[in-house]
């Protein structure tokens, strides 16, 4: 025997230890990797093996032989059916953010009361299977210790339970999230129980028979007892149905459910599960018949449900007896902890919170935190006290299979809301009541415990009815199916609850959002239909009724934290984002006050605006969302679709053109990056906005083009115009067309504007009217040059002959004089028709590159100089060129000269008359740097990096065309150079041009170069 005190030290300790873990893993100082590792949920599911597969199994294995590996072998089908099953509700509960059976089928069948339903039930087909748990830590303590303290260590178990589960099963708001600190604690007290029983197992072979050839022998001699193991299989003694209420049983079981699909895990995760699960179970059961055989042989007298206990204790291996209670321990304790969690989460939802609405505005988090922690407690209580009262001590596994009944009593409903749309409302609670009347009737009545001192008539009725329905059935079964006392319940009751919900929803069609929410739970749909969803006006609307749940100060708080984390301004009114928001607060306060109360908490009263006009502009918008963000797996057609939305919005986004959708309720519904790049604002800031709310100019721009295109003017059309985007010149055309109607619900379907930024186009465009300009001028100036050149031959040859003949010196001297000016009016000719031939057209017999050689910059800007003196209507400034002879460049001279043509005159223009112009040459790092300076107004800073843009100029009079600037600098990076500017406002400018010295790397390369 082992003392009392070391049991109980050993049940406080590995409770301990499963907190240490829980915990660990809450504040990550488990790695989140391992933590949420997919073998972790098929650990996790172990959950399903209880005290009744721990010690129960091998007593079933005794009384009903092979069927035992029916109650794995139904998981193991359910696992099978994962894509059809399993997969289907994850979807529906991750998408819709339900955390329970109750809540999944409340939400499908748009019923509170189905939920209610559906939560008390599991309520009260639990504590059976909770008092099992109790049960079978007593008799452990019992057999391993002796009578007379197995009650004391089962209230301790269950205190101890209490307080785990309270702290860890109800947590507080700020610790909203994935379970990581319950699952991986489960997920260790699996593989715990898993290696506890395989030790059992191999001592029970080695000890007793003394290896596998000796358990191969006494088979031999016991063929007849093995033999009898697989009767009650061939003669179907419960086989068949118990396939059916474990399969059930593998989901729809709280605990299972909860860790499934209420932990949060992923496709992956559950994929990984669907193989690792069945083969945890098989590793299970490999112990079970050799244990069975081993307590045979040492201990027949004794009840099986014990032999994982007796076996390694009548072997003298103590401490593995003790393993082995640490095991039974550990399986009773995860079952009850995540059974309770699963329960208090469902009654506070469905049963409590409902009734108990005008408590929760008044700190809400803490009420909600206790209403669950004293639902844990209660449901913890009640099974230890429903296992105490109870009188009916047959096997361990008998509570458990009543529980396994009732549970598959879902199975109906589930399997409608999965495949059947024309289920109602009505039809599924009046199934379920029938079904639920038929198990009381034959399951429970049997382990209700006998009442003193109150009238048992209602209870005898019950039993007599039981016994009855029991000995109809044993009548037409044969002697081998008399220990069967599930199968027909589970028949009879699925078969009333089937017919029941089949018939009255023929009864009566289904309601409209019943159909809807059917449609969202049999299809790949994305979400909840816009349409139907309503929409807050404001930010504060949405707070205000969210504050009639739970008060002003916790919807402030939820609401700022939704506002938060999808960074939602506070005066945001679009729809869209509204509806986000909507939806984050759902999603927030479904773990607090379950989603059933969290959407009508979170759904507005009014309708959306906009009205049906915008409801399918809205839901297009919505859907692009959901998409964009992948919260949705597709698969076959709608994957396809999908792969093609992508291209489309793929090459939109690429377009040149800036696209700007607007549905029929004035909102915008898609922009592209061009569009976002045009106006300076992202996409998230524009979609489901209205026009007026787009900054200026675009927002009567647009509306102009909307207008028009909305009246019908011709259908489709353009408008160009010049407006001034960050201070820049844009010259804009925006194309409009409306757009027909998708279906019948809008009498528009909106329309499409396309805006084309001409700027380069039109500074091309005058880049190609200026040089047309200048070759005009030049075919001018070469005529002007004709006329002139020949009496200017006349006068320099009259005058040099005057010279030649005259004998006064003073004539002579005036004659030089005439001969000096005539050369002079000769060089400004020839500058001037060379400047003009810059921009001439190049004829197709012309070489460009005859026109490249060594140029003295010196000689270019005198030359610019003499050119800018011409025009006698600007102001007279004095030029100080230190350019020395030795800067020498290959380019271009004609151009160079337009350069600095074009700078001069810009620095003439900003300076007062008289002022000096400055212009520096020096060689620096290996190239040649020249700076313009003048002292001028200078250039504000915000436009510094704008006026060497076409179009952008700061002259106030109207011969500024903004494109000298730009074409300078296009000239000197054609010549391999650099062109920047240094101003400040009321200080002047200076522009430094650097350019390649003849000779260095990068200098342009003419005929001589190349000589």
Known sequence: MINVGVLLFATVAWLAVLAAIALAAQRERIPRALARHPLVL????????????????????????????????????????????WSRVL?????????????????????????????????????????????????????????????????????????????????????RGREDGLAAAVAFESAAKLAVLAAVGLVAVLGVFGGAGGLAGWLDDNAAQVAALARPVRDDAGWTSMLVISFAAAFLLPRQWHMAFASGAGDRALATAAWAFPLFLLALNLPVLPVLWAGSRLAPAEPADSYVLLVPQLLDQRWLALAAFIGGISAASAMVMVTAVALANDSATHLLLPLARR????????????????????????????????????????????????????????????????????????????GIATWTTACLAPLLPEMTGMEPSWLDLLRSGADHAREMGAARLSRATLNDTWSLPTFVSLAVNGATLGLVSLLR????????????????????????????????????????????????????????????PRDETRP?????????????????????????????DAPAAGGASGALTEQLRWLERRLARGETRLVGAAKELDLLRRWLRSLLAQLPLGVCAVGSDGAISLVNRRLEALVGAEERDLVGATLDRLPAPFAELFARAARAASAGEAGAGAD???????????????????????????????????????????????????????????????????????????????????RAEADSDEIRARAGLI?????????????????????????????????????????VVAEAERLIRLDRAAPRVHVEQACPESLVVIGDRRELVQVFVNLLANARDASEPGATVAVRGRIEAGEIVVEVEDHGSGIPEELLGEVLEPFVTTKRDPSGTGLGLPLSRSIVQDHGGTLALRSAVGQGTTVVVRLPLAGAAGARRGPEAEA
């Open 509 to 568: 069609p289904p309601g409209e959002e019943e159909r809807e929410a059917a449609r969202l739970c049999r299809r790949r749909e994305i979400g909840p239909s816009v349409e139907r969803a309503t929409v807050p006006a404001s930010v504060s609307a949405l707070e205000e009724r969210l504050a009639r749940l739970l008060g002003r100060e916790a919807a402030g708080i939820e609401v700022t934290r939704a506002r938060i984390e999808l960074d939602i």
């Open 819 to 859: 001969l000096g000016e005539a050369a002079r009016i000769e060089a400004i000719l020839r500058s001037l028709l060379d400047h003009a031939r810059t921009g001439a057209v190049q004829s197709p017999g012309e070489i460009r590159r005859a026109r490249v050689g060594r140029v003295a910059l010196a000689e």
């Open 42 to 85: 098929a650990l996790s599911l172990g959950v399903y093996a209880s005290s009744w597969t721990y010690y129960g199994g091998v007593g079933f294995a005794q009384r009903h032989g092979l069927v035992f590996l029916a109650v794995y072998l139904g998981p193991t089908l359910a696992c099978i059916a994962t894509p059809l099953l």
């Open 359 to 434: 408590t929760l505005r008044r700190n809400v988090y803490a009420r909600v935190l206790w209403m669950r922690r004293g639902l844990l407690t209660a449901i913890l209580v009640g099974g230890w006290l429903f296992h105490r009262a109870q009188t009916n001590r047959g096997l361990l596994v008998e509570s458990g299979i009543v529980s396994f009944v009732a549970f598959a009593q879902f199975l109906p409903g589930l399997f409608a809301v999965l495949f059947w749309e024309r289920a109602t409302r009505a039809g599924f609670i009046a199934g379920l009541l029938a």
């Open 720 to 802: 160009e115009v010049e407006v001034r985007v960050a201070g820049r010149a844009r010259a804009l055309r925006v194309h409009r067309a409306a757009l027909d109607p998708l279906d019948g619900r809008s009498a528009s379907g909106g329309v499409v504007l396309l805006v084309e930024d001409r700027t380069e186009q039109r500074a091309l465009e005058a880049q190609l009217a200026h040089r047309d300009r200048l070759a005009q001028l030049g075919r001018l100036a070469a005529g002007v040059a004709h006329e002139v050149g020949n009496p200017l031959t006349g006068i320099a040859c009259l005058a040099q002959n005057l």
């Open 91 to 175: 979807r529906i509960t991750r998408e819709q953010r339900l955390s329970s059976l109750a809540d999944l089928l409340a939400f499908r069948f748009q019923s509170p009361a189905a939920g209610a339903i559906a939560a008390a039930f599991s309520l009260v087909a639990s504590v059976p299977y909770v008092a099992q748990q109790f049960r079978a830590t007593e008799q452990s303590v019992r057999v391993l210790s002796g009578p007379g303290h197995e009650e004391a260590v089962g209230a301790v178990f269950c205190a101890l339970l209490a307080l785990f589960t309270a702290f860890f099963g109800a947590r507080p708001p700020a610790e």
């Open 576 to 604: 869209t984002e509204l509806h986000a928001l909507q939806e984050r607060l759902h999603r927030n306060l479904s773990p607090l006050v379950g989603p059933v109360l969290a959407r009508t908490a979170a759904e507005a």
